[in-house]
């Protein structure tokens, strides 16, 4: 391994250490029935919503999700299972009004935080 891939993975893994405990705590608040546009990111949201709708730490975790999963593609690491993925998934969910049987952002909080052994 190169010293500029050792670098990236260094960087890659700091960067999904902080995310990770910035989502756990928004998560957990989420799940407590705060911050319950935590899955609302700006650039998926609805049209026809009101544009008050909106939640900043939303559009903050989302961009550092990308970025991870963009150092995660430069690396090839993408295929492996992510916070940052599952994040994501959860976003696009939130807005597929399609998809009948979505979690409420309560519910998708819970879900996560049980995914990531956060329960309790």
């Not at 990111?41 to 970025?67: G, H, K, N, Q």
Request: hydrophobic residues 45%; contains cysteine.
């Amino acid at each position: 391994m190169s010293r500029r891939t050792e670098k990236l993975v260094a960087s890659l893994d700091a960067l999904e250490a902080e995310f990770r405990v910035a989502l756990v705590k928004e998560l957990r608040l989420c799940a407590a029935g705060w911050e319950t546009e935590l899955f609302l990111v700006s650039s998926m949201r609805p049209d026809y919503w009101p544009p008050y709708l909106i939640c900043e730490t939303a559009d903050e975790l989302f961009a550092e999700a990308s970025a991870i999963l963009a150092l995660r593609a430069q690396l090839g690491v993408d295929a492996e299972p992510c916070l940052a993925a599952d994040y994501r998934d959860a976003c696009v969910r939130y807005v597929n009004f399609d998809d009948h049987h979505r979690p409420g952002p309560k519910q998708q909080a819970q879900l996560l935080l049980r995914q990531l052994g956060e329960c309790g």
